[in-house]
């Protein structure tokens, strides 16, 4: 049976992972700094991203994720493992991403990618933050990516 301090860690956790998403999808790249400790090591090259630390890669999300015009993250099915103050977890993700108009015009069109996200989370003084991030990928649809390799 889950105890009420693992309970709160969890569901701190859950709500770490709605940040993450909210400020993605938000465009608000500054509010990753609640979500991730500095020197976060993280790892996007499952759909063709880069891998670096949590500032590298905050820059490289302004200027990569410019392209689109909008895109959601669905994270559900979060698995979470709590040991003290760490904690390892799995979350699915279901990204539906506008795809840039072409010079014809017309509606864009939508590309989807199912991944989960693994991550390692550490309790700070200011709450729990993601201490690595990784990609999983599961599959995709309506984007080309044939160079960036499955995981």
Same mark, same amino acid.
Request: glycine letters at 8%; aromatic letters at 4%.
């Given at each position: @049976? %889950? +105890? $009420?301090?693992? $309970?709160?860690?969890? %569901?701190e956790i859950q709500e770490l992972i709605v940040a993450y998403a909210?400020? $993605?999808d938000s465009r608000d790249y500054d509010a990753l700094d609640e979500v991730f400790v500095d020197g976060? &090591? $993280?790892?996007?090259r499952a759909f063709g991203g880069i891998s670096g630390t949590f500032p590298e890669i905050k820059e490289w999300l302004g200027q990569s994720m410019a392209q689109f015009p909008a895109f959601q993250h669905l994270m559900v099915n979060p698995q979470i493992r709590v040991d003290g103050d760490r904690a390892t977890g799995r979350v699915m993700c279901l990204n539906s @991403?506008? %795809? &840039?108009? +072409?010079?014809e015009g017309g509606e864009p069109r939508i590309a989807l990618l199912g991944m989960w996200y693994t991550d390692e989370y550490v309790r700070t003084p200011r709450g729990w933050r993601i201490s690595r991030r990784g990609q999983q990928r599961s599959w995709v649809q309506g984007l080309d990516l044939t160079a960036a390799p499955a995981s």
């Open positions: @049976m %889950l +105890g $009420i301090q693992e $309970i709160s860690d969890r %569901l909210t400020a $993605i976060a &090591p $993280i790892d996007y @991403m506008a %795809l &840039p108009v +072409g010079a």
